[in-house]
């Protein structure tokens, strides 16, 4: 069976530190993954590496079945690999919509026009607003990006990332700095948006990895050191060692 | 053997104002485009301070004390308001400054360049191995060694040293420290700026006291800076001898080429290794 | 008021005033001001697409407005190319001379970009002034620059002129406008404003901000060929550094990342320049006071300052 992602005795180096060790993981189409693990464990700078972020020490990124190693993120991503990040990267100055909008012009031309207004397509203004229907932004549609909420601004970060589209999802802790109150439809959002996407998520919120995971990596010190079915991993020794030890 | 004394004595000279610069850059993450202008306002004091009192050396003492002052006034009116913003405001206002102090030296000293010439006892040249040398030039190579020193002295040994070097990698250090940060600001912009002026006030026996003589040397002293690696003062005094020596190689054997070779190096350092030899990573400027 | 509001008034006003001028009586003294503003207006509306649209503060741009003046000025003198033909040359020399300095200048960032291209148009400075010196006449520049002729209009008249440059300036300010609001230009936008983000989405940035800065060297090139034109000369001078800090003050003091800003900011700095160089010599440096000023309290221009009074007089509707 060919993998959607998959990483193949993936390292990255800073000098000496070997911030990820020769990682090597399968991810299957369709299937939702959550990667857990203490902080420093190396979980953000593999995502980077995935992306194409972050250059690789060895080993080998493969998406759809093609080594993509030497491509940069641009070109991931318009092989289908999209990717959220943990502090949220909006434009702002410019509203809800023309963020979703600007997104939208990827997929819509492959040359970008440049002497008609961009308000007079409408493919990217429809487009712009199915997504903020979808992450249900509708009423701050005319807010700048930088006056939401942090919690509507991760919303945001994540219609961003699939206004293009991605068959394979990257989510670096989503639910990062959403208050209490924001919880519930925050992860509602993502129950929505993970269907029928290969998608990797990083979250340090347990309840949210258990609920929407099938399938869970355990990274320590930059190597994998579990993976599993969410109950399994639960009772990982290894795995609350690696925990305990980092609350210690 | 006179080309060593002159490479050596640029260095020197060089090194003065890019110390000053590269600690402004380092702790402040400003480019003081304006440097080069503080140097050519050392230089027209010194003039003025002479003709005043007759004496080179109260002017070498009291110069950089004027030029921290200018750079203390810079600093407080102009760059603390825009310390929040994007860092392209602060090269604009640097940048502002030098058409501002050009002008203001046109209307205190005109437009014809003045001259001032070394103390008398360093005058007269005089002979070693067959090669006249400028004694002025050899005091420049001490005393630009001794503040060298003096500079090292300070940054390992002494509080304020070991703040400021560690401002210089983590300007929050001197809030947890419970300093006022604006104050440390502008003591380092205030001492760069004396530095500079203190350039100027050694420089002016060397060169020609003229308008734009400041943006012919901003330009060495950027290479410095960046050869060094920014917030580097090893790096400062290693790549303002090698500027110097180069300099003064150019001079003699291809006059005309010089300007050429020096923008083109500094190009050539930007693009292969713009962190330099000892510089840190690079600050978001 | 909506964006497309205010862009329809200061169309209309920009309009109002250009069709006005004529009817003015004005000397030949203010006609030679009105035209230098034209000229200067398209320079400084190329470099904000540089600057304020996509955020690349170049330090250079005189490179590319002083290489655009000299190849009108030999095409038309030494190779007796038709004016038209050689105007457009220009604008391509400019965005050609962008695009190679850009090549090397935007695999860096920040103040090291502003430094690269502050260093190259320095090297373009010194070729022109003293290594091609028989091309380029050395310090003393080049004289004899033509008028067009277009329709057999005899532009030697500055009256004549004033028309052939405001109607230019429409049609480059238009095409700039329709940049800016463009898909195109949105991206451009967004690389400025958060490029990770943009590069995330899909687009190689480096080439965005390449197309731009050519762009923006074309719009150099042009404004250069006609200054080149309007005063008969072109010299080193239009490359030197205080060029490249000429239009970045007057673009900011007009308003950085707006499309009428720039040439207010052109009408400000010429008009002081010829008023307050009636009365003192030492202009530059009270120009340089306004910018340091306008930089601290005054960080969106004159165009930041119009829009506050028009936020407060029309309210949102």
């Not at chain 1, 593999?46 to 940069?72: E, F, P, W, Y």
């Not at chain 1, 807010?143 to 989510?171: N, W």
């Not at chain 2, 001492?191 to 901003?218: D, K, T």
């Not at chain 3, 899909?202 to 006609?226: K, M, T």
Request: with cysteine; glycine share 12%.
């Amino acid at each position: 069976m060919a993998f959607d992602l998959e990483c193949r005795d993936v390292s990255v180096r800073f000098g000496g530190f070997v911030a990820v060790d020769s990682v090597s993981f399968g991810f299957a189409r369709g299937r939702v993954y959550g990667l857990i693990g203490p902080n420093g464990a190396g979980k953000t700078t593999l995502m980077n590496a995935i992306v194409g972020r972050q250059r690789l020490a060895s080993g080998s990124i493969r998406l759809h079945d093609r080594d993509v190693t030497a491509l940069g993120v641009p070109e991931r991503v318009r092989l289908g690999l999209g990717r959220s990040f943990q502090i949220t990267k909006i434009f702002p100055g410019m509203t809800v919509f023309e963020n979703l909008r600007l997104a939208a012009q990827m997929n819509a031309f492959r040359w970008q026009p440049a002497w008609r207004p961009a308000s007079t397509y409408r493919q990217i203004a429809d487009e712009a607003r199915a997504m903020l229907a979808e992450i249900g932004l509708e009423r701050h549609a005319d807010t700048e990006a930088d006056k939401l909420s942090h919690g509507d601004q991760r919303a945001l970060e994540l219609g961003l990332t699939l206004m293009t589209k991605p068959k394979v999802l990257l989510l670096d802790e989503p639910l990062a700095g959403v208050g209490h109150s924001g919880l519930a439809a925050a992860i509602a959002l993502l129950e929505r948006v993970i269907r029928s996407r290969t998608v990797l998520l990083i979250e340090h919120n347990m309840d949210a990895v258990m609920r929407l995971t099938e399938e869970i990596l355990v990274m320590a010190n930059g190597r994998l050191i579990a993976n599993g079915p969410p109950e399994e991993i639960r009772r990982n020794e290894q795995v609350r060692a690696a925990y305990l030890g980092d609350e210690a | 053997m006179s080309v060593v004394i002159i490479g050596l004595s640029i260095g020197f000279l060089l090194f003065l104002l890019a110390a000053g610069l590269t600690l402004i850059f380092g702790m402040l993450g400003v480019v003081n485009f304006a440097h080069g202008s503080l140097y050519m306002v050392g230089a027209y004091l010194t003039y003025t301070v002479f003709q005043l009192t007759g004496s080179f050396w109260i002017a070498l003492a009291l110069v950089p004390v004027l030029g921290a002052m200018l750079g203390m006034i810079m600093e407080m009116l102009a760059l603390r308001p825009v310390y929040g913003r994007e860092h392209y405001y602060q090269i604009l206002l640097t940048f502002g400054f030098i058409l501002i102090i050009e002008e203001l030296v046109r209307v205190f000293w005109g437009l014809d360049y003045k001259e001032v010439n070394p103390p008398a006892i360093l005058a007269s040249p005089i002979s070693v191995l067959d090669a006249t040398i400028s004694p002025y030039r050899l005091f420049v190579i001490g005393f630009g060694a001794a503040i060298a020193g003096l500079l090292f002295y300070v940054l390992e040994n002494t509080r304020v040293g070991i703040i400021v070097r560690a401002a210089s990698v983590d300007p929050e250090t001197v809030q947890v420290l419970g300093l006022d940060v604006g104050r440390v600001r502008t003591g380092v912009f205030a001492f760069g700026a004396g530095l500079a002026a203190l350039g100027g006030a050694v420089g002016a026996p060397l060169f020609p006291v003229e308008l734009g003589m400041g943006f012919n040397i901003i330009i060495d002293c950027f290479i410095v800076i960046i050869i060094g690696g920014l917030g580097s003062i090893r790096g400062a005094i290693v790549a303002a001898l090698l500027i110097g020596m180069v300099r003064a190689i150019g001079y003699t054997a291809a006059p005309d080429w010089v300007d050429f070779i020096t923008y083109s190096v500094l190009i050539v350092v930007l693009l292969t290794r713009p962190e330099g030899l000892f510089g840190r990573s690079r600050r978001v400027a | 008021m909506t964006r497309l509001a205010s862009t329809a008034l200061g169309w209309a006003v920009l309009l109002a005033l250009l069709v006005a001028i004529p009817n003015l009586g004005l000397g030949a003294e203010r006609i030679l001001l009105i035209n230098l503003i034209l000229v200067y207006s398209i320079f400084a509306v190329g470099f904000e697409l540089s600057f304020g649209l996509t955020g690349l503060l170049s330090l250079g741009h005189g490179a590319m407005f002083g290489v655009g003046g000299y190849a009108l000025a030999l095409l038309t003198i030494r190779l007796a190319w038709p004016f038209e033909l050689a105007l457009l040359m220009a604008g391509l020399a400019g965005a050609v001379l962008a695009a190679v300095i850009g090549f090397f200048a935007l695999r860096l960032t920040g103040i090291f970009f502003s430094l690269t291209t502050l260093a190259f148009a320095q090297l373009a400075y010194i070729l022109a002034s003293t290594k091609l010196r028989d091309i380029t006449g050395g310090v003393d520049g080049l004289a004899g620059v033509p008028r067009p002729t277009l329709f057999g209009v005899d532009f030697y008249d500055d009256g004549n002129f004033y028309l052939y440059l405001a109607v230019l300036l429409i049609v480059m300010l238009a095409l700039a406008g329709l940049l800016r609001a463009s898909p195109f230009g949105q991206v451009l936008t967004g690389i400025r404003v958060n490029d990770t983000r943009v590069e995330q989405l899909g687009w190689n940035v480096r080439r965005f901000r390449h197309i731009a800065f050519a762009i923006s060297g074309f719009y150099s090139g042009i404004a250069g060929a006609l200054l080149g034109a309007l005063l008969f000369y072109v010299s080193p001078q239009m490359l030197h550094w205080t060029t490249s800090g000429d239009v970045l003050i007057m673009t900011l003091v007009g308003g950085v990342g707006t499309l009428f800003g720039p040439l207010i900011g052109v009408t400000i700095f010429e008009a002081l320049k010829d008023e307050l160089g009636r009365l003192t010599e030492h202009w530059y440096g009270i120009l340089g006071l306004i910018f340091v000023l306008s930089t601290i309290f005054l960080p969106h221009g004159a165009m930041g300052l119009i829009s506050a009074v028009m936020r407060r007089a029309v309210p949102r509707s």
